[in-house]
């Protein structure tokens, strides 16, 4: 049961920590400093599934980035286009209609016990 | 001993991209994992150590999991389906020559122009081919190694010394030579050759006068071992690279000579000469290649001054 319980909460993580990125890319970030505002913000991740997402936010011109070498070492900065910002939008839309979704699913369920 | 752990993690997510990719990726996993272990540390009031490193590590996920993640790059090649274009070049060219070992079977001698134009079609798909894969290979070359990195170019160079200079690989050397020296001394006059591509007979493939340039053959292939051992005897490796680097040159002169003495047998149609002459004039160019890329491996060697000092720039 855990497994099962550990997959779909996988699953849905995964899809939140894409739109969570894109919330938190309204001002230019590096890695660990998005990995650091998802903790404060309750989204508890394996911190190297971060980077895939983010490679696979800028290939589809959600996000776009740029190296800075200034510092103790380079890091790499994303910041969210004007595309990610329209599809950030909708999915936003979407998710929270289908958050009002499962409240209402839930709802019968607890009326019908 | 940090670096040897967080560049064995990071081998391991990186192993299987191509070579842009993997450069990018590494560096961002490494400030990521450095970034963390120093806040971890701090947090804990200690200095950055190998356990922390660790943590990190063990925080980030497993290595082949993360690997999976990563959207594949498509490289030019795969993206340009050369791949598909040559299969299906190479289809073609099968399905006609079956046509025409059907046409041939089914009404011999009847039809000699639709099975020469069959051999035409084969031949322009074979060089159609050979172009494609030619530029397939020049494509190949810049994306895996003029964009490589200095620190992959560094490695690759370290490998490709190491290797040339490996005990492993001179033994190899060595005993092929053996082999190809007790061959072609004592089958030569018996290595069999088709006298005609239509009739089948066999015949022997040289004449008596290819004796003469066995003295030759084996003066290079004793140099050629001599060489071979140098490279584990004595530490100035580019001394023997310089040696095999004539020797090729000698080889090369030694086929030309072949190629102009021409002692095979004179049975052989006008097609089969012609053919046999190609391939001497294919084998002296490999010679001359070679030798051009000992020379080059020579003046790595020598710049380097052996395997320890390379691997310390």
Redesign the interface.
Known sequence: MDDILERFEAEVKRGVMQVAVMCLLQRERYGYDIIRSLKEAGIGVEEGTLYPILRRLEDERILSSRWVTEGPRPRKYYVITEYGKEIRGKLLASLKSISRAIEILEKGMNGAD | MIDSIIDGYIGE?TKEMGVSQRG??A??????I???AE?LAAERNVAVDEGIVRE?IE???P?E??AA???SRETFLKKSQMWKAIQALAGIAVAFLVIGALLSLVAPGQVDVPVHTILMVVSALALAIVVISAIFMAIYLYESRLKATYEERLKRLNKSLSDLTSPLKVALTIISIVFWLAIINLLWQRIPFLIDLQDGRMISLFTPEFGGFLPYINLLGACTIVAELLFVLIRQKWVPAVIESALDVGNSLLVAWIYLSFPFSPEFTPLIAAMIKVVLILIALGFLIGAAQKLWKAAQLFIHGGLESSKAI
Not at chain 2, 27 to 32: G, I, P, S
């Open positions: 997510v990018e990726v560096k961002e996993l490494r400030t990521h450095l970034d963390s806040a990190v925080r980030m996920g290595a999991k993360i993640m990563y959207p």
